[in-house]
């Protein structure tokens, strides 16, 4: 190795500042990131007619495409201004194509998001457009104005830079066509297996397809939400003003005519504002606001079926239950599968339901009945999401961070999870009797862990209420002193609570002194420290667990427990020290949870090494230096002290 590295600098050693420019260089030449596989961008200038008049053809859908279109194609202007122009007379700019154009006679690169607009491309309004390439053609390269075809045995997708399938291996969503395309399947119908190679696989939908069309989502099915949001639980936002007016009819709405705003005040999505079906007023907020529903403004949200149950029907207040033999995951407007073909991903579970693995772990075989067939994540590797189908999809944390023991997040090496308790009384760092944590450890319930501390976001509170599983996961922010002043509660902890008519509250002034308290009906939710001899190595939890028989650990918010309490010393009975055997006992053996006494032995020939009167090493120090030890010998005659030297220890 060291002769390889003077070579290169004998003969690279001159040239290394012009190689580094070199690099640079390439590396300022390369195309603009896109996602592995999709088409290189591909714009085109058009001085007549539409960007849609040719097949292939399309309107660039943002401004950032737009400016790098014009990038592309060279013009002056490449910072793109947003305007709204629909070119009817009445418009201050009535004359304005749609999508991304050129003003020569402004010099200035627009991006006109009314897409009603019917103005032509023009010498003077010189348009952008972008070409997809076609099923069974490619593009691998930057600013072109055509597509490739691919070579012979080989197959593509539409809007690729590669052709890398074949017949037998075109993806989900396609079947092979002809001799080089994967054809997407028509609109209402999909396939969900790899390599099919007729259009009669791709499958009828009865409810909405997935983007790419390899999977059948459920019918639409409507519920109304007074507190909280969408998503908690089995709800989901409604996305378009459309699901929004049918949601209305649905529910019972004599008013289904959606009026759209953007606020930040009100919930996303569909809400009726007032609250009165037929009096109030009908919104779709475009606004991606955090805002809860409430009473006042209630939301009308999408329910997604659980596992088990299935929706054919659009329009629908809730889920059917699968008939007798059927199975189906969640989410889904058939229950086409059986115990013995549930998909990757999932398990058959109880009579009707493929239900799906569980986070940091995943599925990659078609039929498994059982919950352990889910397979854990190899090599150190953690996944945060449900139903995954193969190990590929397993993240690695970064540096200096490690899995949890249920494989769903990372945290600092050694670190503990977060994990969460509740209290009736006093605060979360207090005991029963009134003293601090450090001087008392009591039980769990009604009592108070030692360790505990006050939650200290908005989030934590939240994700907290999700762990205990109480009904309200959504924290509205206050600010109460505890003093019972302006309408205030009189009893009310800084952090986490749930007050008596059991809506999550998160306080953010730290100095109330107001604790939790059963007489009010308050419950704090607090998090925990695992204390010395304790430790969680899985997340949601709401305890920490002894140290195994053997083992001890003597520091806090740890995720495991140490091992290593060798021979002359003993675990305590907390299990959070590992200490020395007092004089006059020994221990010849790891692990153990006393020291034996030393007795007068019954023969002149028996001896027992005695504890140590310098602090016994670990194992896992052992052998790493010689040091002078002071041992006791015990004989039938008299106990004799000498100095021993253990030059070599293992």
């Keep these: 190795m060291t002769s390889l590295r003077f070579l290169f600098l004998l003969f690279f050693g001159p040239h290394l500042s012009s190689l580094v420019d070199i690099c640079t260089a390439t590396i300022l030449l390369l195309p603009t990131k896109r996602r592995l596989g999709e088409q290189a961008s591909k714009y085109h200038e058009r001085t007549s007619g539409s960007c849609t008049d040719v097949a292939g053809f399309s309107l660039i859908g943002t401004s950032e495409d737009c400016e790098e279109g014009a ?12 305007v709204s122009h629909d070119g009817n007379t009445n418009d201050v700019h009535p004359y304005h194509p749609r999508g991304c154009f050129f003003a020569t006679t402004a010099t200035s690169l627009y991006f006109n998001t009314k897409t009603s607009s019917t103005t032509a491309c023009s010498s003077t309004l010189k348009c952008i457009c972008k070409l997809t390439c076609p099923a069974g053609t490619y593009q691998d390269q930057t600013g072109q104005t055509t597509c490739k075809p691919c070579e012979a045995g080989k197959f593509s997708p539409f809007g690729k830079s590669t052709c890398e399938y074949e017949a037998t291996t075109c993806p989900k969503g396609t079947f092979a066509s002809g001799t080089a395309a994967c054809t997407s399947c028509i609109a209402g119908k999909y396939n969900d297996a790899i390599g099919k190679t007729a259009e009669t696989d791709c499958k009828t939908c009865l409810g909405s397809t997935t983007a790419d069309q390899s999977d059948c989502l459920q019918k639409n099915v409507y519920a109304e939400r007074s507190s909280g949001f969408c998503t908690d639980g089995d709800g ?7 699901d929004c007016s049918e949601g209305a009819g649905v529910l019972g709405f004599s008013d289904t005519t959606v009026k759209i705003v953007s606020d930040s005040r009100y919930p996303r999505g569909c809400l009726d504002f007032y609250g009165i079906k037929g009096e109030g007023y009908l919104f779709f907020n475009t606004d991606t606001s955090t805002t809860a529903c409430g009473p006042g ?10 596992a088990g149950t299935y929706q054919d029907q659009t329009g629908q207040s809730a889920c059917k239950p699968c008939e007798a033999g059927k199975f189906s995951p969640f989410g889904k407007s058939t229950c086409e599968y059986e115990a013995t073909t549930c998909p990757k991903g999932t398990y058959a579970s109880g009579t009707a339901a493929c239900t799906s693995c569980a986070a940091g772990k995943y599925n990659d075989v078609i039929g ?4 352990t067939d889910c397979k854990s994540c190899p090599n150190g590797g953690y996944h945060d999401l449900i139903g995954q189908i193969s190990d590929s999809n397993c993240k690695t944390c970064e540096s200096g961070k490690e899995p949890t023991g249920d494989q769903k997040a990372c945290v600092i090496i050694g670190e503990q999870p977060v994990t969460y308790f509740y209290l009736h009384k006093e605060s979360c760092n207090q005991v029963l009797n009134g003293k601090r944590t450090d001087e008392k450890a009591p039980t769990f319930g009604e009592k108070y862990l030692k360790g505990g501390s006050y939650i200290g976001t908005k989030e934590e509170c939240e994700e907290a209420a999700g762990v205990l599983g109480w009904s309200d996961t959504t924290a509205d922010t206050v600010s109460y002193d505890s003093g019972g002043l302006n309408g205030e509660p009189i009893v009310g902890s800084h952090g986490c609570y749930e007050d008596s008519d059991g809506n999550l509250k998160f306080n953010t002034d730290t100095s109330s002194m107001g604790g939790c308290t059963s007489g009010f009906s308050y419950k704090c939710l607090c998090k925990l420290t695992c204390q010395a001899g304790t430790y969680q190595d899985q997340t949601g939890q709401t305890t920490c667990n002894s140290c195994e028989t053997g083992q001890y650990q003597n520091q806090v918010e740890q995720s495991s427990c140490k091992d290593d309490c060798g021979a002359g010393s003993y675990i305590t009975a907390d299990k959070g020290d590992c200490s020395v055997c007092n004089s006059g006992q020994y221990q010849n053996e790891d692990g153990q949870s006393s020291c034996k006494p030393v007795t007068t032995p019954t023969t002149t020939t028996t001896t027992a090494a005695v504890a140590t009167l310098a602090p016994a090493p670990t194992r896992s120090s052992l052998g790493t230096e010689s040091s002078a030890t002071m041992i006791q010998i015990a004989t039938t005659s008299a106990v004799i002290f000498f100095i021993a030297t253990a030059a070599t220890m293992f």
């Design 71 to 82: 990038g592309v194609l060279g013009w002056s202007d490449t910072s793109a201004t947003t």
């Design 236 to 242: 989901s936002y409604i996305g378009t003003k459309e």
């Design 297 to 306: 403004q209630p939301c009308l949200c999408k329910l997604i079926c659980q």
């Design 368 to 371: 498994k009945t059982a919950e």
